[in-house]
């Protein structure tokens, strides 16, 4: 495989039916056309393949990576997004946030977080089939990054006053 020493980072957005070996198609596609893996998020949802691929890639190389990507992997979608080096410093904080689930939890809880400045760089959530108040239970895990004066204490308390039921942990990441 040839690879060039001059290198452009692509996020590629991939959705499409799921089956047996998207990934292995997805990988090999990139490889092939010189291209190199550097973080992703692939699931399942509703039925869907979908994710995100964080990818060195030569930038005369994306039409045959496209080709590539089509006659392997018909049906998905992939869409090239050129993207910078990400350079932050900010402060990188894990939260865990668990309550019985409700219509626009996710909604109060990205109000707060913009308000007090703070930056959603990963979020994942589920409702979960329990029996906390006869409700199901949500769950939130989320990388943050803090502007400079935000403490873990003030962002703990802003977190929860979402909710009585709320528990909030926060972790450096």
């Known amino acids: 495989m040839e690879h060039s020493a001059l290198q452009t980072r692509f996020l590629l957005t991939i959705v499409g039916d799921d089956r047996p070996g998207l990934t292995r198609a997805l990988s090999a596609a990139l490889f092939e056309a010189g291209g190199n893996w550097l973080e ?11 994710g995100a691929i964080l990818v060195d890639l030569p930038p005369e ?21 050129p993207v910078a080096e990400d350079r932050d410093s900010a402060e990188a904080v894990t939260l865990s946030l668990t309550s019985a689930d409700r219509p626009g939890i996710v909604h109060e809880l990205s109000l707060i977080l913009a308000r007090l400045g703070a930056n959603i760089v990963e979020l994942e959530t589920s409702a979960e089939d329990g029996a906390w108040q006869g409700n199901p239970i949500f769950r939130a895990t989320a990388r943050l990054t803090l502007p400079a004066g935000l403490s873990h204490a003030a962002l703990q308390e802003a977190l929860e006053q979402l909710s009585g039921d709320l528990i909030v942990e926060l972790e450096p990441a």
């Open 40 to 50: 992703g998020h692939l699931s399942r949802l509703g039925g869907k393949f979908v």
């Open 61 to 81: 190389r994306t039409a045959d990576l496209n080709a590539r990507l089509t006659a392997e992997s018909a049906g998905l979608k992939v869409e090239f997004h």
